[in-house]
Every structure is written in structure tokens, then in C-alpha cells.
């Protein structure tokens, strides 16, 4: 069996992209391996993003703020396909990947940004792994084997749109 390795990006790599990448990591069943960084690394995982993992059960253990940069090193994993999670980060120049992955965007709203109380937090931490593990499950659905690169990028698109076939 093939693994794929997935480059999940954002701006600071706190929330978003380490929810994507702890999310696929306990759902790829060996067939994914999954990576995030961050065009500015906030240095730091978001507590929320934390948090909420740890209740899902989900694994935090390695989980870190870093930059995209470690993933354009010659000595770094090859990726695959490499997703944007945020607006601001997929407008960016990217580094060069090595391997020309599959790119695609699946913006979702930054919950690290939502002013309020605790609970407004938690709910916005929420809505976006919610959004994320049902767009990284249609992920884990297609036929990656049988794809070419550009319909594999179609169908990511699709996914990121939301779009159903």
C-alpha cells in the first residue's frame, strides 16, 4: 500500500493546519501521513485547538507551530498533496516543493481570530474541525491510486468548494 504524505498550510500553524494534521493522522489508517507548518509560525499550538483534540481523543503528542520553510528543505518528506487551509496562506508565494504536489485550498474561517467568551472560542474551534474532518474524510474516500495528478487536484478542489459528485 502507497502512503501519501499531506502538507496541511496556514499562515501561523496554531489551529487550523495542527487540527488537519492530527485529524488525518488518526483517520489515514498508515495510508496518509499528514504534516503541517505555517507561512509565520505563531510559535505555539493553540490551547483551544489543543484542547478540543484531547477530547476527541485524538493524539497532540508532536504536534508543534512551524514554518513551511522545514518542508522545502532537500532532506524534508516528499509531499504529495499540499493543502491551504487559510485565505491569507494560499495567496502567498510558496516555497518550492520538491515532487511537484497536488495543491489545492480548503479555506476555512480562522477560529484562533473569533472574539468572546470561552464557550464562543471552544464553538468556533469546533465548527472549524468540523469543517476540516469532513473535507479530510471525503479525502480519505477517493481513489487516490486511480487518480492522476489533475484530477486528484479536481477532486481536492471539489472537496474545498464543497462540492459533492
Not at 500500500?1 to 496554531?14: A, D, E, H, I
Not at 495510508?31 to 484542547?51: I, K, Q, T, W
Not at 514554518?67 to 495567496?91: H, K, L, N, Q, Y
Not at 479536481?154 to 459528485?165: D, K, Y
Amino acid at each position: 500500500m502507497r502512503r501519501y504524505n499531506v502538507l496541511f498550510l496556514c499562515t501561523g500553524n496554531s489551529a487550523r493546519s495542527i487540527l488537519a494534521e492530527a485529524y488525518l493522522n488518526a483517520r489515514g489508517g498508515g495510508r496518509f501521513v499528514a504534516y503541517s507548518a505555517g507561512s509565520h509560525p505563531a510559535g505555539r499550538v493553540n490551547p483551544y485547538a489543543l484542547e478540543l483534540l484531547e477530547r476527541l481523543g485524538i493524539s497532540t503528542q508532536g504536534l508543534r507551530s512551524k514554518s513551511w520553510d522545514e518542508f522545502a528543505r532537500p532532506d524534508a518528506p516528499r509531499m504529495d498533496i499540499v493543502i491551504t487551509v487559510c485565505d491569507s496562506a494560499a495567496g502567498e508565494q510558496c516555497p518550492f516543493w520538491p515532487g511537484r504536489p497536488v495543491t489545492a485550498h480548503w479555506g476555512v474561517p480562522d477560529p484562533a481570530a473569533v472574539q468572546g467568551s470561552e464557550d464562543e472560542k471552544r464553538k468556533a474551534f469546533e465548527a472549524a474541525f468540523g469543517q476540516l474532518s469532513a473535507r479530510i474524510d471525503r479525502l480519505l474516500a477517493l481513489p487516490i491510486e486511480s487518480l492522476d495528478p489533475p484530477a486528484l487536484r479536481n477532486r481536492l478542489a471539489e472537496i474545498g468548494q464543497g462540492v459533492h459528485p
